[in-house]
């Protein structure tokens, strides 16, 4: 058996221990305060509803179905669109039911802070700041350009023959149009989350009449027999005054170039619907959360796939996709039937749908480093709030500068990618953090509560270490306020368990570590399909927490397979990894089924766990998978810059390191001053005594 003394043999085992204890401490939250914010609770659904809207139904809308359907899919891109979305509400599930129940600031970063650890809430976090702030800028660029065309191209005209700028990785001429426009939504933003709410409001409004007025009109222009051409015996097809090439057309007809094209289109539509996310930022302004952000996350997903899958139709019926403009796809098919008056309402749509989308992206930057500077993790002066505004003015200003600097320099043609790999790996770890959230005992603990069994540090101390060792060592600091609390010293994190095994009390402690021992492989393999009891207890929490990191590694494994080898698997080096992976997310699949759930109520509870946090999971891989390396790489870049940061300042101005690592480093330390004699003389004795 394991000996009893739990001794780490030195300073190595220290450091790793206290590492270990660094990277996956947890956020804890007192339930009973949940609501308490220094923020103004003053949006309602209907404000949120518009924020998502808004952020996810940019001027991507009037592009993107025209893009895709004449590149990829054709007819078929309102096939995409219906994958697109319901890969989307998987995650949109994951979001709201943590919405419901964790009501912070901060999104995908509080969501894995709760439940995951602190390293990986620090990534997140790090990358959804890249996220929002890449996409403000992009977008930013887009609104000025847009905006511009309506003034017929004078003020760019001016920026390109007076500014002109030769620096490599820098933009041909600033854009201050768009350093403008940012600063402005900056100022409008840090004045007040209500006055933001009614702008924000008021140009989703107009984009969604200007889009039903283009579905109307377009409806009465629409024609079917474009959905069933074919091409001629030479592969091509003639329309209007021009002739398109058999490349163009493929084989004609509602799905011209196969079903895997459906799949890659879904890919490319799947970023359409980014956004919505910025509504679970909104946790400490909302009047009421747990009901408001779920319900906010379902109907602005279920809108913008109406919007999508209407005008797609429409499009694709009023002009053969082989003809569309992939730059212009709804003006260019208005003015093919005669209709330019519609240039003038589109170009009204796409600068109110680029507001309000701009909008949406700066709105969730200042929370999420807000709610990081809360917590420790950067830098605290971001976390001041200002008390007649009730917003987080220090962070909005300074993160609405940095965007307005790199609207104004910076091509973001390249780094848009890096806006997918913050935005997918924010999604899967919120459905990993609900798998895990569901398996544990309680949902959050309390600052003060007592800590979970296993955690507490047990020491056997002989009558020979008790000698050597000062009384006032085997006393934990706390003792006195703990006891003012009503707890005793084998309460706390650092208490110290202490036991003479001459003294008599050998039973009791060998009855104590029965009740804390690890859990042996064999105990794992048999409960991770046959759990002993209907509720979560340790063990079962342990194997929910294991099975669901090994999920994720299959599923990587998985999607990296089958994303870059699709030609080669009839080579075996590649059909029985496959195999593999496939079977090993299929039996995990099945062990997270089986294992106990916590039924504490919700306001929201993603149906089917873990069927769709599984699913989520391996869309969200895969899709990360299928982005190219030079992604990678600058995504690798910017994790240097913010794990540095993270080092020398997060690690260690952390709330939680005050609260969990100093109490666990002094009985660490006291560990290492015990005799591994001791242990082993008690281990003997509990030996003795079980035969």
Not at 224 to 235: C, D, E, S, T
Not at 389 to 398: E, K, Q
Not at 640 to 648: D, F, K, R, S, W
């Amino acid at each position: 058996m394991s000996p009893a003394a739990f001794s780490l043999g030195g300073s190595l085992s220290y450091y790793a221990t206290l590492l270990l204890s660094i990277v996956t401490r947890k956020k804890t939250v007192d339930e009973a305060h949940l609501a308490d914010t220094k923020l103004s609770r003053c949006l309602g659904t209907l404000d949120l509803v518009a924020l998502g809207v808004g952020s996810t139904l940019g001027a991507g809308v009037y592009v993107i179905a025209g893009e895709v359907a004449q590149k990829t899919t054709g007819p078929a891109v309102i096939v995409s669109f219906f994958i697109a979305a319901a890969a989307s509400v998987l995650a949109g599930l994951c979001y709201a039911e943590f919405g419901a129940r964790v009501p912070k600031s901060g999104s995908a970063y509080v969501y894995s802070y709760v439940t995951v650890g602190e390293l990986m809430a620090f990534v997140i976090g790090w990358n959804l700041i890249l996220e929002y702030a890449i996409g403000t800028a992009s977008v930013a660029r887009a609104w000025s350009q847009n905006f511009d065309s309506l003034l017929g191209g004078r003020v760019i005209n001016i920026f390109r023959q007076y500014l002109t700028m030769s620096v490599p990785g820098i933009a041909k001429y600033p854009d201050f149009f768009a350093f403008g426009i940012v600063l402005l939504l900056t100022l409008v933003i840090a004045f007040g989350v209500k006055e933001s709410a009614w702008v924000t409001k008021a140009f989703t409004l107009v984009n969604l009449m200007v889009l039903a007025t283009v579905v109307i009109a377009g409806s009465w222009l629409a024609d079917g027999a474009n959905w069933r051409i074919r091409p001629g015996p030479n592969g091509t097809v003639e329309f209007g005054n021009a002739t398109y090439a058999a490349s163009r057309i493929g084989a004609g007809g509602f799905m011209p170039f196969g079903l895997r094209s459906i799949v890659s289109g879904a890919g490319t539509c799947f970023y359409a619907f980014v956004g919505f996310d910025a509504i679970a930022t909104t946790g400490e302004e909302a009047k009421n959360p747990q009901k408001a952000i779920p319900v906010s996350i379902i109907v602005s997903l279920a809108i913008c796939f109406a919007a999508y899958f209407s005008l797609s139709t429409v499009l694709t019926l009023i002009q053969p996709y082989f003809a569309l403009d992939p730059l212009a796809p709804l003006p260019a098919a208005f003015a093919a039937q005669g209709w330019r008056v519609a240039n003038y309402i589109i170009a009204v749509g796409a600068v109110c749908a680029l507001s309000t989308s701009l909008l949406g992206a700066m709105f969730p930057l200042p929370r999420i480093v807000y709610a990081m500077a809360s917590d420790g993790l950067l830098f605290r002066f971001l976390a001041s709030v200002n008390r007649r505004l009730s917003t987080p003015l220090v962070a909005t200003l300074i993160t609405g500068l940095l965007s307005a600097v790199m609207a104004c320099l910076f091509e973001l043609k390249e780094l848009v990618d890096m806006m997918s790999i913050g935005t997918l790996l924010a999604y899967t770890l919120v459905a990993i953090s609900v798998l895990i959230l569901r398996g544990n005992r309680d949902d959050l603990r309390h600052p003060d509560a007592e800590e979970p069994p296993g955690s507490v540090d047990i020491r056997v101390v002989t009558h020979r270490q008790q000698q050597r060792l000062p009384a006032d060592r085997l006393k934990p600091e706390k003792q006195e306020r703990q006891q003012e609390r009503g707890s005793s010293d084998s309460d706390s994190a650092d208490a110290v368990l202490v036991c003479d095994p001459h003294s008599g009390g050998l039973a009791d402690l060998s009855t104590h570590f029965r009740q804390h021992r690890r859990m042996t492989w064999r105990e794992y393999l048999r409960l991770s399909f046959r759990p002993e009891s209907t509720a979560p207890t340790r063990f079962s929490e342990s194997v929910n927490r294991r099975n669901t990191f090994l999920f994720l590694a299959a599923a990587t494994l998985l999607a990296f397979l089958t994303e870059n080898y699709p030609d080669r698997m009839h080579q075996p080096g590649v059909l029985l990894p496959t195999l593999a992976a496939f079977a090993a997310c299929f039996g995990l699949l099945f062990s997270l089924y089986r294992q106990p759930e916590n039924a504490k109520p919700v306001a929201f509870r993603v149906p089917a766990v873990p069927f769709v946090p599984c699913l989520s999971v391996f869309i969200n891989v895969y899709l990360m998978m299928a982005l190219p390396s030079g992604t990678w790489v600058r995504f690798l870049v910017w994790m240097t810059i913010g794990m540095a940061i993270y080092c020398l300042y997060g690690a260690r101005s952390s709330t939680e390191h005050a609260r969990q690592t100093i109490r666990k480093m002094r009985g660490i330390r006291l560990a290492i001053e015990l005799d591994a004699d001791g242990g082993k003389e008690v281990s003997q004795m509990m030996d003795k005594e079980q035969d």
